[in-house]
Antibody, heavy 115, light 112 residues
C-alpha cells in the first residue's frame, strides 16, 4: 500500500524558515516524480513544486521560486521542501503527492505563517 | 500558464440524481505521446484529495462506476450517474502536461 507521511509543519513568523518532510513507503520511491501541493485555508489546490525521478528536473510555482527548495533522498525514501523567507500567504496545508498525475496524496501538514 | 475553468462553482443535487461538472482548459492538454493529461480529484470534507479519473476517462482503482470522465482537447466533463451521500465534497480538475501544473477552482457538490 502506498503511504506518504508529511511532517515538519507548524507556526513560524514571517521571514522565517521551515523544512517539510515526506516519508514514502509501499512503492519504489526513486522511480517516481514527486510533488508538493498546497491548500490555503478554505481555498483551492495550488501546485508548488516537482522533483523528477531522474533527478534532472526541479520545477517551481512562480509564487515560491527563489524561496523554496525541493529535494529528495532516495536512500531514505524521503521528499523535502525547504521553505525560506516565509510570508503570510504561504499559510496552507502542504500535501506530498506522487506523480504529476497525482495518484496518491499524503494527509498533509499545516504551515502557519503569523507573528 | 494554462487556466483551468470549472463550472458550476456549486452544485446542489438530489440523492439518486445525476450530476455533471465542466472543466475547460486554455490550451490543449494533448501530449506528444497522444494521451490527454486531464485528471479529476475528489476532496471530501476534512480529507485529503483523492484522484478519481486520469487521462480524461480512466477510472482509478476502487472508484465507483457511477463516476465517469469524458472530453477532448480543451473541454472536459466529470459525471456522476446517481449521486450518493458519500459524494459530497469539492471536485477539482487538473492538467499535468504544462508547467506550472494547474487546477480548476473547484466545484462543491452538496445534497439538496
Amino acid at each position: 500500500e502506498v503511504q506518504l507521511l508529511e511532517s515538519g509543519g507548524g507556526l513560524v513568523q514571517p521571514g522565517g524558515s521551515l523544512r517539510l518532510s515526506c516519508a514514502a513507503s509501499g512503492f519504489i520511491f526513486s522511480t517516481y516524480n514527486m510533488n508538493w501541493v498546497r491548500q490555503a485555508p478554505g481555498k483551492g489546490l495550488e501546485w508548488v513544486s516537482t522533483f523528477s525521478a531522474t533527478g534532472d528536473g526541479t520545477y517551481y510555482a512562480d509564487s515560491v521560486k527563489g524561496r523554496f527548495t525541493i529535494s529528495r533522498d532516495n536512500s531514505k525514501n524521503t521528499l523535502y521542501l525547504q521553505m525560506n523567507s516565509l510570508r503570510a500567504e504561504d499559510t496552507a496545508v502542504y500535501y506530498c503527492v506522487r506523480q504529476q498525475q497525482g495518484d496518491n496524496w499524503g494527509q498533509g501538514t499545516l504551515v502557519t505563517v503569523s507573528s | 500558464d494554462v487556466v483551468m475553468t470549472q463550472s458550476p462553482l456549486s452544485l446542489p443535487v438530489t440523492l439518486g440524481q445525476p450530476a455533471s461538472i465542466s472543466c475547460k482548459s486554455s490550451q490543449s492538454l494533448v501530449y506528444s505521446d497522444g494521451d490527454t493529461y486531464l485528471n479529476w480529484f475528489q476532496q471530501r470534507p476534512g480529507q485529503s484529495p483523492r484522484r478519481l479519473i486520469y487521462k480524461v476517462s480512466k477510472r482509478d482503482s476502487g472508484v465507483p462506476e457511477r463516476f465517469s470522465g469524458s472530453g477532448s482537447g480543451t473541454d472536459f466533463t466529470l459525471k456522476i450517474s446517481r449521486v450518493e451521500a458519500e459524494d459530497v465534497g469539492v471536485y477539482y480538475c487538473m492538467q499535468s502536461i504544462h508547467w506550472p501544473l494547474t487546477f480548476g477552482g473547484g466545484t462543491k457538490v452538496e445534497i439538496k
